[in-house]
């Protein structure tokens, strides 16, 4: 997870991350900048581009795909389309093709239970722990991987997720500013 002001908090630039990702190992970069205008966020993806020859996601912006490779989506952000998230999904498609990734945050059963009718590609579920990207209300710990289990699309674990955090049920770690630990 590329988030802008952890970018910032950190005196870090994109390629520094980019670099990092790449120390890692890591596959696919989902870029974030919650206070970011339309066209700041555009410009970070033209640049991530040109850095990252992997899989490029922006968060929530559906509009920018045609700078990436898919999208992520919350379920604020998704209900904020459309309040039956299936009609949600469909507006998102015929935007981005289907040629694109759609993923969407899960926190609990009866999310993952929705996603699963979806025409989605993962779910982010989590938050696994606390975070210091974002304000998290619930804190799934030991359940995240039971509920994992319940998701027909793959996984990716999302808050507060480690390196040598090992799941039964998730394909993804989404790692985020623990690309900054030693």
């Known amino acids: 997870m590329c988030d802008e002001e952890t970018l910032v908090r950190k005196n870090s630039s994109l390629e520094t991350f980019v670099n990092l990702c790449r120390s890692k190992n890591a596959e696919i970069i989902q870029y974030r900048s919650k206070n970011g205008d339309t066209a700041s966020i555009k410009s970070s993806l033209i640049q991530l581009r040109k850095l990252w020859d992997g899989f490029l996601i922006v968060n929530d912006r559906y509009e920018l795909t045609p700078y990436c490779d898919g999208v992520h989506i919350g379920q604020e952000d998704l209900l904020a389309i459309d309040a039956d998230p299936a009609k949600a999904v469909e507006t998102v498609r015929s935007v981005i093709g289907t040629d694109k990734i759609i993923g969407i945050s899960t926190h609990n059963a009866e999310e993952i239970s929705k996603t699963n009718e979806l025409d989605i590609n993962y779910i982010g579920l989590g938050a696994y722990r606390p975070t210091t990207t974002k304000d998290v209300s619930?804190?799934?710990?030991?359940?995240?991987?039971?509920?994992?289990?319940?998701?027909?699309?793959?996984?990716?674990?999302?808050?507060?997720?480690?390196?040598?955090?090992?799941?039964?049920?998730?394909?993804?770690?989404?790692?985020?500013?623990?690309?900054?630990?030693?």
């Open 138 to 182: 619930t804190v799934l710990e030991n359940k995240l991987d039971a509920l994992a289990a319940k998701s027909e699309h793959p996984v990716a674990a999302i808050g507060g997720v480690r390196f040598d955090d090992t799941f039964e049920h998730v394909t993804y770690h989404v790692i985020g500013s623990a690309l900054y630990e030693n």
